[in-house]
């Protein structure tokens, strides 16, 4: 008897096991709008880690993000005036470069204030899944706040992380994850 006992136990187990790993994990955060508010400091986000193992997950198609594929003049006009900003390693803390950039970014703006531009998080292949996700968004949000200060309305803005997904620069050293710790600016046209 006990031995059909350790057996119906150790075959639940491993049951539990196969259908808690065949969990779907979504890596990358859906587009948020920003309520208009005053620039408040950027607070760290907590992040828990789930599960040990490193999550996989497809590339992302480009087709499942864009708002429209046909955009305007003057939303290529304005996407071509908009200049990524690069963030120190581990950071989300604007440097005095990417302030500038942004501050290009929103007299652009200013001049063509029809069109919305989602700010694109992105990071190095150092780190988590689950932690790149989070600095990504930390650094979208930071630029988003900071182009709200500078007289940009938050309704224009939509952020979204991408953590480690979507590098420009597949090497594994120092200048290659310069190029890739990010944030682009993409203009959404509906």
Not at 54 to 67: F, G, I, N, R, T
Not at 125 to 153: F, H, M
């Amino acid at each position: 008897m006990g031995r059909n006992a350790a057996g119906v136990v150790v075959a639940v187990s491993c049951v539990m096991l196969f259908a808690g790993g065949c969990a779907k994990h979504e890596l990358v955060k859906k587009d948020e709008g920003i309520a208009p508010a005053a620039a408040a400091p950027v607070k760290p986000v907590k992040t828990e880690v789930v599960k040990a193992e490193p999550v996989k997950q497809a590339p992302v198609k480009e087709s499942a993000v864009k708002e429209s594929a046909a955009p305007s003049a003057e939303a290529e006009k304005l996407q071509a005036g908009l200049q990524k900003i690069y963030f120190d390693f581990d950071s989300y803390k604007l440097s005095d470069v990417a302030r500038a950039s942004l501050a290009k970014n929103a007299g652009v703006m200013k001049k063509d204030p029809a069109d919305k531009v989602r700010i694109e998080g992105n990071c190095d292949e150092r780190g988590s899944d689950e932690y790149n996700l989070a600095l990504g968004e930390r650094r979208a949000k930071a630029a988003l706040e900071y182009l709200v200060t500078l007289g940009i309305p938050a309704q224009r803005l939509s952020f979204i992380s991408y953590g480690k997904e979507k590098p420009v620069d597949p090497g594994h050293d120092e200048p290659a994850w310069a190029k890739n710790r990010r944030d682009d600016f993409v203009v959404v046209t509906k």
